[in-house]
Structures are given as C-alpha cells and as structure tokens.
C-alpha cells in the first residue's frame, strides 16, 4: 500500500510526513500548528470545524487538552429511543462523533519513530508493534498514539486467565480476553473428545490454549489476521503448548474433520469502524452464518460443534432468537445442549451506559450443535 501524506505549512516552509493511521482513517486536509496556549474551547471549535490541530508543545498538556475536548464533546445531548436497535444506531453514531474530533488532534514522529514533544515518553516499541518499522517522519493522531501505548502495556502484563492458570498476552489490535466467561464456558462443558479439536477464530490463542490444557491431544486454531496469528503463537508457546497446538492461517475451517469444533465469532451484527472492531462486530452474521454452514462437514460422526455466543444482539434488537434458530435449522443443525453464563463486566451495573437495558439482560452460552437426525 503507498504512503498517504500529511502537509502543513510551518515558519513559511512546506512540510509533510507520512501519514499513520490504526483505523484506517484518512489524512486531515487542514492542518494548523497548535501549542500549550491553546485552550480547550479553541480546540473543540477547530476540531469540529474540521481543521486537524498538530501539537508543538509538551506532551502532558496534550493529553489534558484532549480529555478537556472530549468533555466538551460529552456535554451535547445524546439522541435517545425506546427502541433497542435504534438507540444502538444512535449510540454508535455518538461514538463515531467524538472518534472523530478527538482525532483532530495530531502528534508528530522524528525518522526513529521518537516523538520530539517535551515531555514525551518512550514510545518507539509501542509504535512499533501498532504500526510496523518506519525510517520516515510520520504523523498520526493523539488517540491512535494512546491507544498504542495501551495496547503495549497490555502486551507486556497479560491477562489472566483462571481456567489456565495463567496469562494470555494480547498482540496490538488482537481482542483481549477479558470477558472470562466464554473462557470459563469452554473450560468447563465436558469435551466429547480428547483426541482432536478445531479452534475457530483464535485470535490470542486462549480457546485453543484452554483446550489443550484440559488434555486435547491435537488443536488445529484458524485465524485470517496476521497479528492475531503472531499473538497467538507467542501466547502457546509462552504456555507450552505449541507442540499440541497447530496455527492454520485460514478464513474458518482447516482441512479435515473434528470430533469438537469451537467457535467465538464476534457477537453482534454490525459494520466495525477499525481493525480492533472486527472481533466485536460480524456484518450481516457472516462468519456466524459460514461456520454454521461447514460445520457438518468438518465434524467427524459422533461429534459437536461449540458455538460461544452472547445474546445482546437479541437485546439490541438486532437478531432474534428465532432467527438464530433458524440458521441452526438451515444449516442441518440441531442443539443437543446449551450452557449459559451472565456477563461479569463492570457496564452491567452501569446505568449511564445508553445500552445499560440491554447489558443487564445479556447471557452468554455455549451451543452444543450436532448434525440433525431428521
């Protein structure tokens, strides 16, 4: 992919630096020099102007100015209805909304991916593993940069994973597993084999992990995205399990059949808006709808298929329980076992949250899914 390009217009000389975006974003056609004078409700009408402000001052300051912008950005009224599926539209529209003038607010990187701003940490391996090498002056937002340093942070403690005993080190842009319950769901429904599993859509590697820690012998684990495989792989073999466990990079299911075949496919069915997104939202239920229809093919006679899946997209008015069903039906599936787990999270008991009616009602479950005898 060719480099995009940032340019501005500094001491009367032309600059331009490359141009770095995690979602994908595109470069903001007006720039302006901003520092430490600029206030809070300046920034907030420039951005929502439209004009991309590129910091010069200290690095502490900008990340005050930017909490102050999003407080600005949080004072205007939310749209609100009784209707679930259109309160999740509004609320993603919201979300979008302030993405979009936080990101207004720019920060500058030297050749050697160091950010020249007083008072700037360290942000080179952070940089690093969220954007790839670059040897080029590069600009990208504030927001994209914290979320960089984040995600790093993540990297390096881990999160922890009861059934396992340990921790599961997400790479940058790889979903977290902090929703333990699906975890705890597969770690705990009886296997019907030791022999072989599938694991699809393994992402950190955790399901397959948790699967070859309760003994199976052989785990194939699916993935597409190439972070998510090189996050997986140093989870396994962090874990020692990477002699039981074989990485395919593959768009669901691996050659061959399985006694199990497990999937956690994103939960509701919506179009994701970045790269992290993609592990939260399945447009129109499409690798739900594709691992449900190979599924009996890739089960060998006597097995299951472990669908992981919370409901909220029921809640959210966004898929029925019906129509779920009937995509089982579809498929030449029938349930022959269902286990279910509410939510730990802390939005559950938070009543801000515009989707608070709809978490508060979320279950998650594990669908055990044979090939029909009819």
Not at 42 to 55: D, K, Q, S, V
Not at 230 to 238: F, K, M, P, V
Not at 294 to 302: A, Y
Not at 351 to 368: N, Y
């Amino acid at each position: 992919m060719e480099n995009e390009f940032v340019r501005w217009t500094e001491d009367g000389t032309e600059h331009s630096a490359v141009w770095r975006s995690t979602s994908g974003a595109r470069p903001p056609k007006k720039i302006r020099l901003a520092d430490d004078t600029m206030t809070a409700d300046e920034a907030y009408r420039l951005a929502c102007e439209g004009t991309a402000l590129l910091w010069r001052g200290d690095f502490h300051n900008a990340r005050q100015l930017s909490v102050a912008v999003a407080k600005r950005t949080d004072r205007k009224p939310r749209k609100a209805s009784d209707d679930p599926a259109t309160a999740f539209h509004l609320h993603r529209q919201t979300q979008s909304r302030r993405a979009g003038i936080l990101g207004m607010l720019l920060v500058p990187f030297d050749a050697d991916q160091s950010v020249p701003l007083r008072r700037a940490p360290d942000v080179r391996q952070a940089v690093l593993e969220a954007y790839g090498p670059s040897d080029q002056p590069t600009v990208t937002t504030l927001r994209d940069l914290l979320g960089a340093i984040g995600a790093h942070e993540w990297q390096k403690k881990g999160v922890d994973i009861p059934a396992l005993g340990a921790r599961i080190h997400p790479g940058y842009g790889v979903f977290s597993p902090i929703r333990g319950e699906y975890v705890d769901l597969v770690a705990e429904t009886p296997l019907p084999s030791l022999e072989k599993a599938f694991d699809i859509g393994t992402g950190t590697g955790v399901l397959a992990a948790v699967l070859a820690h309760r003994g199976v012998k052989k785990v194939f684990a699916t993935e597409v995205d190439s972070n998510a495989l090189a996050s997986a792989r140093a989870n396994l073999e962090r874990l020692g399990y990477s002699d039981r466990v074989q990485l395919v990079e593959a768009d669901l299911f691996p050659e061959g059949r399985a006694p199990l075949v497990v999937c956690n496919p994103p939960w509701i069915p919506a179009k994701p808006t970045s790269p992290i997104e993609y592990a939260i939202y399945d447009p129109d239920s499409a690798m739900l709808r594709g691992f449900l229809a190979g599924l009996i093919e890739h089960l060998e006679p006597g097995g299951e298929g472990w669908l992981v899946l919370s409901d909220i997209a029921e809640h959210l008015g966004l898929r029925s329980r019906d129509q779920l069903l009937a995509l089982f039906d579809e498929a030449g599936l029938t349930v022959a076992g269902r286990r279910d787990v509410t939510p730990r999270h802390g939005k559950v008991a938070d009543r801000t949250d515009p989707l608070h009616a709809a978490r508060a009602r979320e279950v998650t479950s594990l669908w055990r899914l044979v090939p029909s005898t009819r």
